[in-house]
């Protein structure tokens, strides 16, 4: 017996024993491999409670802005891409399961004719099936579909991100409108109050209580005040425009759905971010999507170095048979197996090293970018704190303020009509007041803002459970 058979499976017993590598796990936030701070260095004590975020849009007390961001979901084309990246992956996984299994073709063939002369003419006909599998010793096809399941989980968690992503445009949008909106209202009752004091100033210099010149203020100040409406105009319709494409609604249907509930701000459920980093990271669907692509990209590694060593293939086949030749027939079963082919890399020219070596260091290059990607929402999440602490310690001084030079400017304009106050200290009461009024609007808008970007720097409700729903849907 020739030993060079169970010599050269003993050595590729050995390779494979020593050649294998397994596939890193997912790293997870607070791990040893993607530390991440004990406590947040921000405020996070807030009214309300650690509660359900899944769908947070639904719980701003404004059914329009709920509409326009389930329409704008529906003709996303961001989010209908993402959909088919996760049919993608899908069908990638699929490929890679069934490299592990056999492959089985049928096969059926005929010929007729006459072998050599003067022999009769005979017929052949046969009808098989035909086996092969490749023995994935060294594990490459296996880290193939470790990959493509890792990236089949990132593509669904980036549907969930672009989702989110799309619910906080429209929203923010929406929200930035309704504060256009309050701030037309005050435009337009700071013209109608400049034109008044320019009527008046106009009928006082007339009667030579007033100079010239004051009466040009005035009418200056009214011009200035059109200016203003006028740039704050086109502001909201610039968001209109925005939320038209964004919701793919008809803008005139928009237009009267939005005359409802003109310059009122939408406001959002308030709830407590939980104490612990690692458990807020763990919601991001962006970081669950890194974390999957250091999987995969652990399994690229796995695979490459499996492609160096040697591929086993089996092959066998069955089938049935008839031959007639000169009025005899034969009929019965014919099969094989084997041959058992063992592909040796010998020389490539460093083909499969350098692939090795790239997917090893693209390994290393997805773990820094998964590091990268906890810093940056540690950093959102902080981000989001401090301007919702920031907004809510400047409340009630932005309140008292308004109100306080809203009725500085009542006194001086009595005054200026009674004769016992400038024009120009008229103007500089108006200008405070007004600064003021939009201050306080702004504040209202960016707080909303704040809960809209905190919302969505926690993940947005998403959680692996969703997974498997998502790639049924």
Known sequence: MNPLPSRLWAALSVIALTGCASIEPAPTPGSTGAPVAPQWHAPVAHNGKLGELTDWWEQFDDPLMLSLILDGQQASATLAQAVANIADAQAARVGSMAVLLPTLDGVMDASRGRSEPGAPVGSLSSAGLQASW??????????????????????????HDARVSIAAEIATTYVELRACEAQIAQAELDVRSRRETARLTELMASSGFQSPAEADLAHASAAQGQVTLAEQNAQCEYLIKSLVALSARNETELRKSLTKQTARLPQPAEFRVAKVPAEVLS??????????DVVAAS???????????????????????????GGVSTNGTVWTIGPVAVTLPLFDGGTRRANAEAAQVRYEVATVVYAARLRNAIRE??????????????SDDARRAAEGFTRSYRAVESGYRAGNASLF?????????????????????????????????????????????????
């Open 283 to 292: 919601q991001r669907p962006d970081i669950h999507a890194a974390a999957h």
């Open 299 to 325: 399994a690229d590694s796995v695979q490459a170095q499996a492609l160096r060593w040697p591929r086993i293939t089996l092959s066998g086949n069955i089938g049935s048979t008839r031959i007639a030749e």
């Open 381 to 394: 999440v902080e981000n989001a704190l401090v301007s919702l602490q920031s907004t809510a310690t400047r």
């Open 425 to 473: 200290e008229l103007e500089d009461a108006r200008r405070s007041m007004v600064a003021a009024q939009i201050a306080l609007i702004e504040l209202q808008r960016e707080r909303v803002a704040g809960w809209i970007t905190l919302y969505r720097a926690v993940g947005g409700g998403w959680s692996v459970d969703q997974l498997e729903e998502i790639s049924g849907a």
């Open 134 to 159: 490749e023995l994935d010793i060294f594990g490459a096809n296996r880290a193939a579909a470790g990959a493509t399941r890792a990236e089949l989980e990132a593509s669904m968690a980036g549907w």
